[in-house]
């Protein structure tokens, strides 16, 4: 477990961990169906913003039948002499193909023989069945012909129309799409043929153009119904691309033969009070007016073939669910880099904000180039990974933050507080303060007398007299850049020159520097304090101070549950043996300084000094030379080192 956590911590792994976690949740999310919506949406979206390429090759003629057509014939349904005429007007201008998008499964008397022998001796004219058990019969006299397709659509859930079909079966035999039958009648007038595909016999093949049948999971769709040979419908086709007039103008003779020769001419129902209409991607709302009519749709799909058999475009392909998953695992790697590297606020959701308009930008541009790829899982992956990268790492740097606090935060001040944190990843290991070899200068203070000052004071008097003098120290020592090690009874450990290495001896002396001046500092605020202790009746202090400056190793001691940052060797020895060197030195002086060799050699005489004489340490075989210091120079005195001696 703890191998775990630790390789976890890795930041590599930890992204990949995170990414792949995200990864398999928004998969599983839209494996399960409830990003469907969302990804049509964004389809919708994006053909609705398409620009419109074909405008001027109307090859389709509409002839609708309105509201006023109805009520100019005086009913509805039409007789089968109207449609008769109908088609007898268009026939005489030679048009590729007629299609009757009405159900004639009965005849409607009067002219329904005029109208069979019409249908039986035009082949190509196509009219409509409904597919299934529960469908509409094609007229009867077409039974069997080639001259029978269906008009089944296919709508989407939220009821738009996006993909369109060529065959059904039923199981013995295979049934074409009224808008195919219509389209290979123009193309095979263009001598281009349909047929398999060289490369897969299963695939329908429009000249060069090879049409693959949409499958179940296919871009946005989650488990779609994929019976029957289905594909996507661009709508390329600009609004009001196709003519249209009006079966009034038809019988009336009105429409030239321009209008019509070489043309596909659909015959349908426009009138709302025929329920034949539909909703589509450009559908902005539920209103009548978004829907489009069932006659128009097949015009659209007619057309959309035609092009496909003439190489004008090619159908809209998806990518192969590997693909996906290879860009989705990408994206959530993107997302969990982006969530670990940038910790910026503002940079975050600038980065994000630019992550999501690439994609968007990267998913229109290949649409435009008829690939549809799958925005809104890819957006959700590397947003949600890269929220929860940045929620993990900001977890790990609380967690660093309250160690680091909990070691320093009332021991240093706010500015080494600060770089402490802004240093952290070179200053920590595995967790904890990485261990160090450093040169510092380490400071011991204890108080003069204290055992008699304990004895004359009650307890709570001397904790409160106590917490002030340790108070009144720690901020002064903070003040000069020190970092408090330790507190034992009325004694202070502090270190100059940690937690991060000095690497200059410019550096090192100014740690000694401060050390020193910390100390004089320490001991104008015990005669201060001592000041306020005699007006409040309270016993005065002395302190003793020992400065020694070398080379420590540094680090954390203790358990994870208690830790504490701290100095070891040789060198915090001989300062907490020259703060209690001979302590009848200066015993009416409310403080005292004394410092070694090898501080002074860093002190640039900027302090009056006086040599006390060389002494052997408790614990050191070797001598060393003690000093003490008394004040600092003013700026008009000599500031060349020199040693005074007493």
Same mark, same amino acid.
């Given at each position: 477990?703890?191998?775990?956590?630790?390789?976890?911590?890795?930041?590599?792994?930890?992204?990949?961990?995170?990414?792949?976690?995200?990864?398999?949740?928004?998969?599983?999310?839209?494996?399960?169906?409830?990003?469907?919506?969302?990804?049509? !949406?964004?389809?919708?979206?994006?053909?609705?913003?398409?620009?419109?390429?074909f405008?001027?090759?109307?090859?389709?003629?509409?002839?609708?039948?309105?509201?006023?057509?109805?009520?100019?014939?005086?009913?509805?349904?039409?007789?089968?002499?109207?449609?008769?005429?109908?088609?007898?007007?268009?026939?005489?201008?030679?048009?590729?193909?007629?299609?009757?998008?009405?159900?004639?499964?009965?005849?409607?008397?009067?002219?329904?023989?005029?109208?069979?022998?019409?249908?039986?001796?035009?082949?190509?004219?196509?009219?409509?069945?409904?597919?299934?058990?529960?469908?509409?019969?094609?007229?009867?006299?077409?039974e069997?012909?080639?001259?029978?397709?269906?008009?089944?659509?296919?709508?989407?859930?939220?009821?738009?129309?996006?993909?369109?079909?060529?065959?059904?079966?039923?199981?013995?035999?295979?049934?074409?799409?009224?808008?195919?039958?219509?389209?290979?009648?123009?193309?095979?007038?263009?001598?281009?043929s349909?047929?398999?595909?060289?490369?897969?016999p299963?695939?329908?093949?429009?000249?060069?153009?090879?049409?693959?049948?949409?499958?179940?999971?296919?871009?946005?769709?989650?488990?779609?119904?994929?019976?029957?040979?289905?594909?996507?419908?661009?709508?390329?086709?600009?609004?009001?691309?196709?003519?249209?007039?009006?079966?009034?103008?038809?019988?009336?003779?009105?429409?030239?033969?321009?209008?019509?020769?070489?043309?596909?001419?659909l015959?349908?129902?426009?009138?709302? !009070?025929?329920?034949?209409?539909?909703?589509?991607?450009?559908?902005?709302?539920?209103?009548?007016d978004?829907?489009?009519?069932?006659?128009?749709?097949?015009?659209?799909?007619?057309?959309?073939?035609?092009?496909?058999?003439?190489?004008? !475009?090619?159908?809209?392909?998806?990518?192969?669910e590997?693909?996906?998953?290879?860009?989705?695992?990408?994206?959530?790697?993107?997302?969990?880099?982006?969530?670990?590297?940038?910790?910026?606020?503002?940079?975050?959701?600038?980065?994000?904000?630019?992550?999501?308009?690439?994609?968007?930008?990267?998913?229109?541009?290949?649409?435009?180039?008829?690939?549809?790829?799958?925005?809104?899982p890819?957006?959700?992956?590397?947003?949600?990974?890269?929220g929860?990268?940045?929620?993990?790492?900001?977890?790990?740097?609380?967690?660093?933050?309250?160690?680091?606090?909990?070691?320093?935060?009332?021991h240093?001040?706010?500015?080494?507080?600060?770089?402490?944190?802004?240093?952290?990843?070179?200053?920590?290991?595995?967790g904890?303060?990485?261990?160090?070899?450093?040169?510092?200068?380490?400071?011991?203070?204890?108080?003069?007398?204290?055992?008699?000052?304990?004895?004359?004071?009650?307890?709570?008097?001397?904790?409160?007299?106590?917490?002030?003098?340790?108070?009144?120290?720690?901020?002064?020592?903070?003040?000069?850049?020190?970092?408090?090690?330790?507190?034992?009874?009325?004694?202070?450990?502090?270190?100059?020159?940690?937690?991060?290495?000095?690497?200059?001896?410019?550096?090192?002396?100014?740690?000694?520097?401060?050390?020193?001046?910390?100390?004089?500092?320490?001991?104008?605020?015990?005669e201060?304090?001592?000041?306020?202790?005699?007006?409040?009746?309270?016993?005065?202090?002395?302190?003793?101070?020992?400065?020694?400056?070398?080379?420590?190793?540094?680090?954390?001691?203790?358990?994870?549950?208690?830790?504490?940052?701290?100095?070891?060797?040789?060198?915090?020895?001989?300062?907490?043996?020259?703060?209690?060197?001979?302590?009848?030195?200066?015993?009416?002086?409310?403080?005292?300084?004394?410092?070694?060799?090898?501080?002074?050699?860093?002190?640039?005489?900027?302090?009056?000094i006086?040599?006390?004489?060389?002494?052997?340490?408790?614990?050191?075989?070797?001598k060393?030379?003690i000093?003490?210091?008394?004040?600092?120079?003013?700026?008009?005195?000599?500031?060349?080192?020199?040693?005074?001696?007493?």
């Amino acid at each position: 477990m703890n191998s775990f956590r630790k390789l976890i911590r890795f930041p590599p792994v930890s992204i990949c961990f995170i990414s792949g976690f995200c990864f398999l949740a928004i998969l599983g999310v839209r494996n399960s169906g409830f990003l469907e919506n969302l990804e049509l !949406s964004a389809y919708d979206w994006f053909m609705r913003s398409r620009p419109t390429p074909f405008e001027n090759k109307s090859r389709i003629m509409i002839i609708t039948i309105s509201e006023e057509d109805i009520l100019s014939q005086g009913r509805w349904p039409l007789t089968d002499a109207t449609l008769s005429q109908a088609l007898v007007n268009l026939l005489q201008h030679n048009p590729s193909a007629i299609g009757l998008d009405i159900f004639r499964d009965i005849s409607i008397p009067p002219g329904s023989e005029d109208l069979g022998d019409v249908l039986r001796n035009n082949p190509n004219i196509i009219c409509v069945t409904k597919f299934g058990s529960n469908g509409v019969p094609p007229p009867p006299m077409l039974e069997g012909t080639g001259q029978v397709g269906f008009n089944d659509m296919l709508v989407d859930p939220g009821g738009i129309i996006r993909r369109g079909l060529l065959f059904l079966d039923n199981g013995k035999e295979i049934f074409y799409a009224f808008n195919l039958l219509l389209a290979l009648n123009f193309l095979q007038k263009k001598g281009i043929s349909a047929g398999a595909d060289t490369m897969n016999p299963d695939y329908l093949q429009l000249g060069t153009t090879t049409l693959k049948p949409l499958e179940k999971d296919d871009g946005g769709y989650i488990h779609a119904d994929a019976r029957g040979y289905q594909y996507l419908i661009d709508f390329k086709d600009a609004p009001g691309f196709y003519q249209s007039r009006s079966l009034t103008s038809l019988l009336a003779g009105e429409i030239t033969p321009d209008d019509i020769q070489d043309k596909i001419v659909l015959i349908g129902i426009v009138a709302q !009070s025929v329920k034949d209409h539909f909703y589509t991607p450009f559908s902005r709302s539920f209103l009548e007016d978004q829907q489009m009519p069932g006659v128009v749709l097949h015009a659209r799909f007619a057309s959309q073939l035609i092009r496909f058999g003439l190489n004008e !475009s090619r159908p809209i392909k998806t990518f192969k669910e590997y693909q996906e998953t290879y860009l989705m695992v990408f994206w959530s790697l993107l997302g969990g880099i982006t969530g670990f590297f940038i910790r910026s606020p503002w940079r975050f959701s600038l980065g994000i904000a630019g992550g999501i308009f690439f994609l968007w930008i990267f998913s229109y541009s290949i649409f435009l180039n008829d690939w549809w790829i799958p925005l809104v899982p890819l957006a959700l992956t590397g947003l949600l990974s890269a929220g929860m990268t940045t929620a993990y790492v900001s977890s790990m740097e609380r967690k660093k933050r309250t160690l680091l606090m909990q070691l320093f935060s009332k021991h240093v001040s706010r500015e080494i507080a600060d770089s402490i944190w802004e240093q952290r990843d070179q200053f920590l290991l595995k967790g904890r303060p990485r261990p160090q070899k450093m040169i510092v200068s380490v400071l011991f203070s204890d108080i003069k007398g204290f055992s008699t000052i304990s004895e004359t004071l009650a307890p709570e008097i001397l904790i409160q007299w106590l917490n002030t003098y340790m108070k009144t120290m720690t901020e002064t020592i903070m003040n000069y850049g020190g970092v408090v090690d330790d507190y034992a009874g009325d004694g202070i450990k502090a270190n100059f020159g940690v937690p991060f290495p000095r690497k200059t001896e410019k550096e090192i002396k100014k740690d000694a520097v401060n050390a020193v001046n910390c100390a004089i500092a320490m001991g104008k605020e015990v005669e201060r304090l001592n000041v306020l202790w005699q007006n409040q009746g309270l016993p005065p202090a002395g302190t003793r101070i020992g400065i020694y400056t070398g080379s420590i190793v540094a680090g954390a001691l203790g358990s994870s549950e208690r830790m504490k940052y701290t100095t070891v060797g040789d060198i915090v020895n001989i300062a907490s043996r020259l703060e209690s060197f001979n302590k009848d030195i200066a015993r009416k002086n409310p403080w005292r300084i004394l410092i070694g060799k090898a501080t002074l050699n860093y002190l640039n005489g900027q302090f009056h000094i006086q040599m006390i004489g060389e002494a052997g340490l408790k614990g050191k075989n070797e001598k060393i030379n003690i000093y003490r210091v008394f004040s600092k120079k003013t700026k008009d005195e000599n500031q060349t080192p020199r040693e005074e001696c007493a």
